[in-house]
């Protein structure tokens, strides 16, 4: 369209994700005096009860590369030591890296051309997460104000997610809901307690899972110690029952 007010890079960042056993290490995130790159590594519970120390901030060229490297978690571990010693005795469940896409800019670039109908919203980076929904409100108001009708649906089904975090009872933990259906108390993965009741929910929901990673997302089946080892055989045979005919 034109325009060149910012560069987008790829900035890859790795995490270790820390057993279970070791959420009791601390109680609220630990984070370093951020630098002029990055806020730093840091050291943070989980919603699931796990431990993240992370993330990395490395620039680099390839948008592909969501690999994590051993120069990565080498300086993770070096700084988790630095942060919080007693971490280092802990399990390490999985590693993972996913890229921001940073910019030359500090902060987020959003910047409308009303005379195009256009609105950029470009280097968010790890902040958009919490900062999404005023994000979308911003940029819908600057989409009003280039002219664009902002119509309700009269009809609007929004999609929710279900609460997969430890700050409520699980299904497993809910008679009321085995009462329903005993599936939920049937559970699968054992690592993080996914009962069968809620592998069926995720199958046939709105938008429903269609691969292993996707029953990931919804559930958190996978997540846990053995990485799948002894739920993937079962995962697989659901979603294979699932498919249409």
Do not use: W
Not at 18 to 37: A, E, G, M, Q
């Amino acid at each position: 369209l034109g325009h060149h007010e910012f560069t987008i890079t790829p900035r890859r960042g790795e995490l270790i994700v820390y057993d279970k056993f070791s959420r009791s290490l601390i109680n609220h995130i630990i984070l370093p005096v951020p630098n002029k790159i990055t806020k730093g590594v840091l050291i943070s519970p989980t919603v699931y009860g796990n431990l993240l120390l992370g993330p990395t901030a490395e620039d680099l060229t390839d948008k592909t590369n969501t690999a994590t490297s051993e120069a990565g978690l080498q300086l993770l571990l070096e700084k988790g030591r630095e942060i919080l010693p007693d971490l280092m005795q802990e399990e390490i469940t999985a590693t993972y890296a996913g890229l921001r896409a940073a910019t030359e800019h500090k902060d987020y670039q959003i910047r409308s051309h009303p005379e195009q109908g256009y609105v950029c919203v470009g280097g968010i980076r790890s902040t958009g997460v919490s900062g999404a929904m005023g994000i979308a409100v911003y940029v819908a108001e600057l989409l009003a104000e280039a002219g664009l009708a902002l119509n309700a649906k009269p009809i609007f089904q929004p999609v929710y997610m279900p609460n997969i975090g430890e700050a409520t009872p699980r299904p497993y933990q809910r008679p009321d809901l085995i009462a329903q259906n005993p599936d939920y108390g049937r559970i699968v993965c054992h690592c993080e307690k996914v009962t069968r009741g809620e592998i069926e929910d995720a199958l046939h929901s709105v938008i429903p899972a269609q691969t292993l990673d996707g029953l990931r997302r919804r559930t958190r089946a996978l997540q846990g110690r053995c990485q799948g080892f002894n739920c993937q055989a079962e995962l697989v045979a659901a979603l294979d029952e699932a498919k249409p005919d």
